[in-house]
């Protein structure tokens, strides 16, 4: 007997703009800002204080803060002496986690609850990697008020390191925020079919692939593979769990996001590169789908 266990596809995008480890003197603060990106905070050492709108929440060592896009805050240092920190922002464009980590303001964990997860131990890993690199790189760039800054450049092996640990971070943050997941039925139906219904829905995929985001692609393929567009809907669906559109819009979003974060193309450019009528409607169309909008998607250079 042999056996074929199918995961679902998935394609999501992690994107980090800032990632840095700060230790800041008595009379710090950072001035009242806001961005569309998530910012993760990780007190070390000291006190912190954030004002997030309104609110005040005082941050000791080994606890953290969570905030989501778009909240007014600022910060300072609230103790005598200095104030560590490790303080990511990030976007996250999955769907299902977005949701998660946007249903509050902002998010705190206190310390008992931190050191019954594994976020002290993946910090201190990211810490350690970071003191290793600050170590072998050159002397760090001195502002005018004589702050150290230390810009590194980190090879693909240890940025590859940042990003998966900073995936299991947010895991632990939100196995923290929410409550046990049911346990799943005691069978799962799979994505399955004849030889032949697989063999006709790859042919389709690899149509789709070639034909790519053409209106009325669906409707030629159908004719390609002498088969009804319902068929054709209902072949490639039952193989790969999504319907020929939504495969479709798959493609589309990972263009979108490739011409976005890797080309100089101006957003209106690619709307039109990915066969939008309008650059509005693109727009719409990719907050939707991410839940930011191609410029706040997109790094600032």
């Known amino acids: 007997m042999s056996m074929e266990i199918s995961i679902s596809n998935s394609s ?10 700060g230790v800041k003197s008595a009379d710090w603060s950072y001035p009242r800002h806001h961005h569309h990106l998530f ?3 990780y007190c070390w050492e000291g006190t912190g204080e954030l004002t997030v709108s309104e609110e ?3 941050l000791r060592a080994g606890e953290l803060l969570l905030l989501k896009p778009g909240i007014k805050h600022h910060s300072r240092n609230r103790s005598a002496d200095r104030y560590a920190f490790f303080n990511i922002h990030f976007q996250i464009d999955d769907k299902e986690v977005y949701a998660h980590l946007t249903a509050a303001p902002y998010r705190y964990l206190d310390r008992d609850r931190i050191q019954r997860t594994r976020l002290p131990a993946y910090f201190r890993e990211m810490e350690g990697l970071l003191s290793k690199e600050l170590l072998q790189s050159g002397p760090p760039l ?3 008020d004589s702050d150290h800054r230390f810009a590194i450049q980190l090879s ?11 995936l299991l971070i947010i895991q632990e943050v939100l196995s923290l925020l929410l409550p046990l997941e049911p346990e ?21 995929e690899a149509s789709l692939q070639n034909t790519g985001c053409v209106k009325g692609a669906v409707n030629g393929i159908a004719k390609e593979q002498n088969l009804s567009r319902s068929q054709c809907y209902k072949i490639f669906t039952h193989v790969y769990g999504m319907s020929p559109r939504q495969y479709l819009t798959q493609i589309k ?12 193309l101006t957003v209106e450019a690619i709307s039109r590169k990915l066969g939008f009528a309008t ?9 939707r789908w991410t839940g930011s909008s191609p410029n706040q998607f997109r790094p600032q250079r």
Do not use: M
């Not at 219904?197 to 389709?204: K, R, Y």
């Open 12 to 21: 999501h995008t992690l994107q980090v703009v800032g990632c840095q480890f």
């Open 39 to 41: 910012e993760l905070c």
């Open 56 to 58: 005040t929440i005082v």
């Open 142 to 144: 001195t502002s005018p």
């Open 156 to 166: 693909y092996r240890n940025r590859l390191f940042f990003q998966g640990h900073i």
């Open 184 to 204: 799943p039925a005691a069978e799962l139906p799979l994505h399955a079919g004849s030889v032949l219904q697989i063999d006709a829905a790859h042919a389709i």
């Open 253 to 264: 979003l990972n263009q979108a996001k490739q011409l976005l974060l890797d080309s100089e």
């Open 279 to 287: 650059i509005s409607h693109f727009s719409r169309q990719f907050k």
